[in-house]
C-alpha cells in the first residue's frame, strides 16, 4: 500500500541521500555539512518521537540525553588524545563503534534514572520535571571543570570510523545517513510490535490498557529509556560532527528544539522527525542568510504551524493524521 | 562572625525565595485558572526588567520605572494573551508548550531588536541603597530586605484578593468549574485576560527589582522561569500556598547549599576539591529536593482541589 505518506517518505529518504552526494562532488561541501546537521538532528528527534509521538510523553528534557551523548564522545575522545585513564584504568578511545555503545549505555542510564521518578507524574507536571532535570545536568556539565566547565570540550580530530575515513564531509555525512536509517528501521518495527501497540494504547487510554493487566508505568520507562539511547547516539554523532561538545548541547533550548522538529514534522509520524529537522536547519539557515534577526521570524512560523497548521508538515501534504 | 554570615545568607536566600514567588505565583495561577503551561512567563519578567531599565534611565527615577514594569508587563501579557495564548486553552500542552517557546524566540529577539545585545544597568533608588545592621555585627543592604517586604506584602495581596474579593471569588469560581461560571453569566474570556494580565504583572514586577541587582538582558528570564517550574512542581500545582512555600523552600536551599556545602566538604578534603565538588552538587541540589519531594508526594506538598 504506497499511500501519500509512503511515496513522501520514499522521497525524503531519496531526497537527503542524493542532495549531498551533488553538493559534494559540485564542490559546495558546505551543503554536506548542513545535511549531515539534518541527519543527526532527525535521529535525536526520532528518539524523543518514540517517547512524545508514540507515547505520548512530552519530554522537554530530551536535551540531557542528546549532551551525554556528546560529553560521551567528547570525554572518551580527550582521553584518547591524552592518554590518561578514565576509570578503573581504562583508556578513552577515538573509535566512533565503542563511542555509541558507551553514549547509548549512559544516555539509557541516564533516562532510566530520570524515567523512575519523572514517569509517576503526568501531564505538565512531567514537562516541568524532565525540563528540570535537564536542567540540573546542565548546571553540573558548567560547575564542573573538569571537562571544560563552561567553555565546554574541543574534540582535535574527528573520532573514526572502520574502514571510512571521517574526516571527508561526505563520508561522515554517509555515516550519519546509515545510521538514521538504522533508527528509523527500528522505530517503525517498535512501532508495530505488540510493545509499541501497548503503548500506544497506553497514551490514548492508560485506564484501559492497565485493566487489561499491562502495567502502564513500565511499558512507558521501557519506551522512555529506548529513546534516551537514541537521543544519545545522535548525541554523539553531532560532538563529532562539530568537533566540540559544550554545556549548550543540554540546554533547554536544545529540548525545545527537538520538540519543535517534531511538531513541524508531524507528530507519532516516521518521518515527521526528518522533515522536521530538514525544515527547521533549511529554514535557520535561510532565514539567516536575510536577517540578523532570524529567530523573530522563526517564532513567528512557529507559532502559525501551531495555531494553524495542525499534523506539520507531513500533515499539510499528506493528509489528516491517522493519529488520535 | 560565623552567626551573622548565616543570618545573611539565610536573608540572601529569603529574599531569592520572595523573588521566586512573585514568578511562580502568576504561573501557578494561570495553570489553576487556565490549565495553561505558559513558558513564556520568563518573557514577562525580562519585559519587566527592560521597562523599568529603559523608563529609569530617562526619567531618572526608579519609582516611575517600577510602575513602568508593571504597566508594560501587564500590558503585553494582556496583548499576548488576546491574539495568542487564547487560542490555546483548548489544545494539549504540547501545542502550549510550543507556542509559547516560540513567543520566547520572538520576545528575545524582539527585546534584542529594540535594546541592542547590551547588558542594561539599574540603580538601587537611593532611598534603599543603604545597609542596615545585623545581629552579630555585620550589616544587611536595605534593598534585599526591601524586595522580602515586597514579596510579603504581594502574598498577603494576593491571599486577600484571592479569599475576599469578587474577583478572586470568580478566579476560585475558574478554577472548579469553568463551564459554570461562564453559565452564571460571568464573562470567562475577560476573566482570564485579568489573570493573565495580573501573573504578567507580577513576573515584570520580579524583574524590575531583580534588574537593580543583576544586569538586565536578553534571556535573563528562562533560567528563572524553570527554577519557578520547580517552585510550582513542590509546592503543587495550582496552589498559591504551595508556590510561597516552595520559593522559600528553594531559594533557601540553593542559597544555603552554595555556602555550606564547600565549607562542610572541606572538614573531608582539600580546599580546591571541596570548592569544586561541593559547588557542582549545589548546583544540583534544588532539583534533589524535587526528586525526593516528588518521589514522596508526586502532585506537590500542597496539590490543589480538583
Redo the contacts between chains.
Sequence with gaps: MASRETLLNIGLALLLLVLPVIANYSGEPFYVTLATRIAILSLAAVGLNLALGLGGLVSFGHAAFFGIGGYAAGILATHAFSGDPLIFGLPGTKQMLIIWIVAIAAGGLAALLIGLITLRTSGVYFIMITLAFAQMIFYFAISWPAYGGEDGLPIYVRNAFPGVNTLKPLSYFLVCYALLAVGLVLFKLFQDSRFGAALQAARQNEVRVASVGIPPYRIRLVAFVISGMFTAVAGALFADLNRFVSPSMLSWQMSGELIVLIILGGVGRLFGPVAGAALFVLLEHWLGGITERWQFFLGLILLGVVLFARGGLIGLIAGRARHG | MQTALIIEQLLNGLQFGVMLFLMAAGLTLI?GVMGL?NLAHGSLYMVGAFACAAVAAWTGSFWLGLIASLAAAAAAGAIVELV?IR?LYDRD???Q???T??????F???T??VFGSFPLYLDIPALLSGTVPLPGGSRYQLYRLAIIGVGVAVAVGLFLLISKTRLGMRIRAGESDREMIGALGVDVATLYTLVFALGAALAGLAGAMVGAIQSVQVGMG?PVL?LA??V??IGG?GSIRGALIGAILVGVTDTMGRFLLPQTLMLFMPPSQAA?IG??I???LI??L??VV??LK??GLFPAQG
Aim: aromatic letters at 12%.
Design positions: 495553570f503551561i495568542v487560542r500542552h504540547l501545542d508548550v510550543l507556542a517557546f516560540a513567543l520566547i524566540l520572538i528575545s529577539e524582539g534584542r531588536w528562562e524553570i517550574f520547580v510550582i512542581v500545582i569544586m559547588g557542582a549545589a548546583s544540583m532539583y534533589l524535587m526528586a516528588l518521589a508526586p502532585r
